[in-house]
């Protein structure tokens, strides 16, 4: 059997606790992002890394965005504040997202040690970029960035 990651580990045992304490919304919650991670684990056939981790929570915090979203519009305010109650449940096991200026100072970084001159060579880029910023940056943003910083 695969090892449980640090933060699978973190989130069953804040599970526990909220079940403990008669917490059931929490405790669901929980249990669903647990689900996600072991399902990554064994579909990944390897023990996870943090950075694996970081990258299923920011996956599912997107799901709940964007079902917060379909929900507003469509006007089920009981459903979109449970969504909202998971994403901002999500983001507390999250690192802090990285600032404007840190972003660009790690592109910059990036675009000098891959020697990238063109749009063409924004691969290489956001190939070196994407571990180093996992979990706290968006990815659309992130290929923006570099996408401008190379004339594209």
């Known amino acids: 059997m695969r090892e449980l990651g640090r933060i699978e580990t973190r989130i069953k045992d804040d599970a526990t606790a909220a079940l403990k304490a008669g917490d059931r919304r929490r405790r669901a919650a929980l249990s669903q992002i647990v689900a996600a991670l072991k399902k990554e684990r064994i579909d990944s056939r390897k023990d996870p890394t943090e950075t694996d981790e970081l990258v299923v929570l920011k996956r599912e915090r997107k799901r709940r965005a964007e079902a917060l979203e379909l929900y507003e519009q469509a006007g089920r305010a009981d459903l979109a504040d449970q969504e909202r109650f998971e994403a901002e449940l999500l983001a507390a096991y999250m690192p802090e997202e990285l600032s404007a200026d840190e972003l660009a100072g790690l592109v910059d970084e990036a675009i000098?040690?891959?020697?990238?001159?063109?749009?063409?060579?924004?691969?290489?880029?956001?190939?070196?970029?994407?571990?180093?910023?996992?979990?706290r940056a968006d990815g659309k943003l992130l290929s923006e960035l570099v996408r401008t910083k190379l004339g594209g």
């Open 112 to 135: 000098a040690a891959t020697g990238a001159a063109s749009p063409k060579e924004m691969g290489k880029v956001m190939g070196q970029l994407m571990p180093r910023v996992a979990g």
